[in-house]
């Protein structure tokens, strides 16, 4: 696996966007006194933070991999899969 690719980078990205969003629902979701209140500049510092530790994971982990950023993931689905979730299609 190289990180020379298209499929490495737009799955890292993915992954790094959705890690910041979840961690910016944790602030919103840990503040109890209203959504008004919270602190900003904190909050999208925590989830810059965590996006970074996302691309950061994906780049360490890379070769470990077969097809993409995470040790147990692939970007793309293999060859088995597809031909699986097809006879799935077929018989119902």
Same mark, same amino acid.
């Given at each position: 696996m190289t990180m020379l690719n298209t499929a490495f980078? @737009? !799955?890292t990205m993915e992954r790094a966007a959705r890690t910041a969003a979840q961690t910016g629902v =944790? +602030? *919103?979701g840990l503040d109890t006194t209203g +959504?008004? #209140?919270v602190d900003? !500049? !904190?909050g *999208? =510092? *925590?989830m810059a933070s965590a996006g970074l530790l996302a691309v950061l994971t994906a780049v360490g982990s890379a070769p470990l991999g077969q097809h993409g950023p995470g040790v147990t993931e692939s970007a793309l689905p293999?060859? @088995?899969s *597809?031909? =699986?979730a097809r006879d799935r #299609? $077929? $018989?119902g």
């Open positions: 980078w @737009r !799955g =944790a +602030v *919103l +959504v008004l #209140d900003w !500049g !904190g *999208l =510092a *925590l293999s060859p @088995r *597809l031909r =699986a #299609d $077929a $018989a």
